[in-house]
């Protein structure tokens, strides 16, 4: 299991208002992970969880994403858990590392998503490239709080109507 610690990481980090509650938003990104992660990053095109059981800590996944055409394969397990507060992702057959942080604003109806992904070490031959690859992290960062918002609203509105 890789557990390494990246000398030159790219990181892409973002952060979105969101009209919901921490529980909310947290059951949709965390306690239901393996159903909703393919609805806000498209790139996913296979995705399962190794093993049965809730999401916590220790829960592992493999996923297959297609980014910038390129097929990449890896597994990760949840190596924190806390809900309605704090989840995060470490890649255990590359090194990465996903988190979102949930925290409320001065609304309690509106809460601030944090996302951060650190990963994808710049060797030697990809210092031409550098620019374009933190550029490419970055904007996958800001289109994932993006997307998640959007979901977490529709859902929100939509079960508002319901009521």
């Known amino acids: ?19 919901s509650t921490s529980t909310i938003v947290f059951e949709f990104i965390g306690i239901n992970f393996f159903s909703n992660y393919p609805r806000w990053s498209p790139e996913v095109i296979e995705l399962e969880q190794l093993g049965e059981g809730d999401v916590m800590v220790g829960t592992q996944g493999r996923q297959v994403r297609v980014d910038q055409g390129r097929r990449l394969e890896s597994s990760f397990e949840v190596t924190t858990f806390e809900p309605q507060n704090l989840l995060v992702f470490d890649g255990t057959t590359d090194p990465f590392k996903c988190t979102f942080k949930i925290e409320a604003s001065n609304n309690d109806e509106i809460m601030r998503l944090s996302f951060t992904f650190a990963g994808l070490e710049l060797y030697p031959f990809m210092r031409p490239f550098e620019k374009l690859i933190r550029r490419v992290v970055q904007n996958g960062a800001e289109r994932t709080t993006r997307n998640i918002k959007r979901l977490v609203e529709v859902k929100e509105r939509r079960s ?3 009521k």
């Open 160 to 162: 508002s109507v319901f």
């Open 1 to 19: 299991m890789i557990r390494q610690q990246l000398s030159n990481p790219v990181v892409g980090s973002a952060s979105v208002f969101i009209k």
